[in-house]
C-alpha cells in the first residue's frame, strides 16, 4: 500500500505588537517563510541559486527551488510540467480575522515529508527570523513560542523558545485516518483555494474524475521524487471507476486571492474554489486516496496550504 513518510507540527506564536493581515493568510507567511530561511542558511547571498556551489547541500534549494535540484536527473513530474510539488506544506491560521492585537497567540501548521526532517533546527530558526523581520504592510513583529510535533493522535512539545533546545522524538507508526469499511457517500469541506487546472483554465466545478486524476498525480510525484518509489499499479484503474461517481450536492464557489509575488516582483492572482461538494457511488476504493489528500492536499500552491479539505464519510 502507498506510504509516505512525513510528519506534523503546530507552531505556536504570539504578536508583539498589532498585526494586520487582510485575505488569505497563507501568501504572506509563507513568503516570509522563504525570505527568513535563505536569510538563515544561505552564506552568499546572491540572486542566482542555481550555479550555486551548495545548491545540493542546501535547505531552501530543497524546499523551496525543487525543479533546480532535479534538473541534472532528466526526471519530470507526470503531470507534463517543469514544477515539481515542494516537500512541505505551510497551513496559515484560517479565522477571518483581520487584525491580532499585541499580545495574541496564532498557530501555523507544517506538514513535512520525512525526506528533509533534517532541515527541521534551520526550519525553526527561519521561524523564529520571521517574527524578527515582521509581516503586513508595517512589518510588525511576533514571535515563536513553542512547537509542538503530532504522534499519532497525540501532540508533543519538541521546542520552546525560552530553553532554545529540540528534542524531536522518533516517529510514531503511521497509520491514516480510520474511514468506513463501506463509503458510498463522502463530503469534501473545501477550507483553501483549491486550484486544478485543465485545458488551460481553472475549474470551477469539480468532477469527481478530475479531483482523483489531479490528486493521484500529486501522490505519484510526491512519492516518485520524494520517496523513490511510484503509485501502486491498482490506482491506474480508479480513474475508469471514478467515471461512475455523481455530485448529489455542489456548494462550491470560486474565491479570488491575489498576492504580491517578490521574485517575480508583480501582483499575482491565485484564486480558487472553496464551499463543499457531496460526491455518491462506489467510493470505497477511492478512500484512502482521499483521506491521503486530506492530509497533503490537491492541486496547485499546497505549499501555501492551498487545497486543503476535510472528508465527511457516510
Known amino acids: 500500500m502507498f506510504n509516505l513518510p512525513h510528519r ?7 504578536t508583539i505588537e498589532p498585526v494586520s493581515l487582510r485575505g488569505y493568510k497563507g501568501s504572506p507567511f509563507r513568503g516570509l517563510f522563504g525570505h527568513a530561511l535563505k536569510k538563515v542558511v544561505c552564506p552568499f547571498k546572491q540572486p542566482n541559486c542555481i550555479t550555486c556551489l551548495l545548491r545540493h547541500q542546501c535547505y531552501y534549494l530543497k524546499l523551496f527551488e525543487t525543479p533546480s535540484l532535479e534538473g ?18 505551510l497551513v496559515p491560521p484560517l479565522d ?8 495574541e497567540t496564532f498557530t501555523l501548521e507544517l506538514v513535512l515529508l520525512e525526506v528533509v526532517i533534517t532541515a527541521l533546527p534551520y526550519l525553526i530558526l527561519a521561524f523564529e ?6 509581516i503586513g504592510h508595517g512589518r510588525n513583529n511576533f514571535e515563536l513560542l513553542y512547537v509542538e510535533v503530532s504522534q499519532g493522535t497525540d501532540w508533543f512539545t519538541v521546542f520552546e523558545a525560552t530553553e532554545g533546545t529540540l528534542q524531536l522524538p522518533d516517529p510514531a507508526p503511521f497509520s491514516l485516518t480510520p474511514y468506513p ?20 483554465q481553472y475549474l470551477r466545478e469539480l468532477p469527481f474524475p478530475n479531483l482523483i486524476r489531479r490528486l493521484l498525480r500529486r501522490l505519484d510525484d ?14 491506474k484503474t480508479l480513474l475508469d471507476q471514478a467515471e461512475t461517481i455523481v455530485i448529489t450536492d455542489n456548494q462550491l464557489r470560486w474565491t479570488d486571492v491575489r498576492r504580491f509575488s517578490s521574485r517575480q516582483q508583480q501582483p499575482l492572482n491565485l484564486g480558487g474554489i472553496e464551499g ?39
Open 96 to 103: 477571518k480575522r483581520e487584525l491580532l492585537p499585541a499580545g
Open 181 to 200: 469499511p463501506v463509503v458510498t457517500q463522502v463530503q469534501l469541506s473545501i477550507c483553501t483555494p483549491l486550484r486544478i487546472k485543465q485545458g488551460g
Open 129 to 134: 527570523k520571521m517574527g524578527q523581520l515582521g
Open 8 to 14: 506534523r507540527f503546530r507552531l505556536h506564536f504570539q
Open 72 to 89: 541534472d536527473t532528466g526526471q519530470l513530474p507526470v503531470n507534463g510540467t517543469d514544477h515539481f510539488p515542494h516537500p512541505f506544506i
Open 222 to 235: 510526491l512519492s516518485r521524487l520524494y520517496n523513490n518509489s511510484k503509485l501502486p499499479v491498482i490506482a
Open 276 to 314: 463543499t461538494i457531496t460526491y455518491a457511488g462506489e467510493l470505497t476504493p477511492f478512500a484512502p486516496w482521499l483521506v491521503w489528500g486530506e492530509l497533503l492536499h490537491v492541486g496547485q500552491a499546497t505549499s501555501f496550504g492551498f487545497g486543503k479539505y476535510k472528508l465527511t464519510f457516510s
